[in-house]
């Protein structure tokens, strides 16, 4: 088991930076490829970014791309997702989740490869 709890979300004008975090517990976090999706309001749940469990493979999506970067530190089971260049679009619930990688060290963008989801926080981008 595999528990995530994100914080950092809350409102930024476009153009700033914002940092999210995730604080995952459980015994196995070095084995977890980690990602972060996002939902806007009637929109499908997207992939923002993904990285594996070493931290040495990571793929980002085209909107974030050069924007955003993912990070982790296995040592404190942390994840992290820094955010700049904010824009209105960017707005959305920001989900940290992980998933078994079966021991390659591979990054996994689609949502239903991950096994473990938290509970979202909200990051609001005004114009």
């Given amino acids: 088991q595999v528990q995530l709890v994100e914080s950092g979300g809350g409102l930024v004008q476009a153009g700033g930076s914002l940092r999210l975090s ?4 459980g015994r196995t976090f070095n084995s977890y490829a980690m990602g972060w999706f996002r939902q806007a309001p009637g929109k499908e749940r997207a992939f923002v970014v993904a990285i594996s469990w070493s931290g040495g ?4 999506s085209d909107a974030v791309k050069g924007r955003f970067s993912i990070s982790r530190d ?31 060290d591979i990054t996994l963008v689609s949502d239903y490869e991950y096994d ?7 990051v609001t981008v005004s114009s």
């Avoid at 493979?57 to 980002?60: G, L, P, V």
């Avoid at 089971?77 to 989900?95: F, G, H």
Wanted: glycine share 8%; proline share 2%; net charge positive.
């Fill in 22 to 25: 995730c604080a995952a517990s």
């Fill in 57 to 60: 493979s990571t793929t980002y």
């Fill in 116 to 122: 473990y989801w938290g509970q979202g926080t909200q």
């Fill in 74 to 104: 296995n040592a404190k089971n942390m994840v992290y997702l820094q955010m700049s260049s904010l824009k209105p679009e960017d707005t959305a619930v920001y989900y940290c989740a992980a998933g078994r990688s079966r021991g390659w």
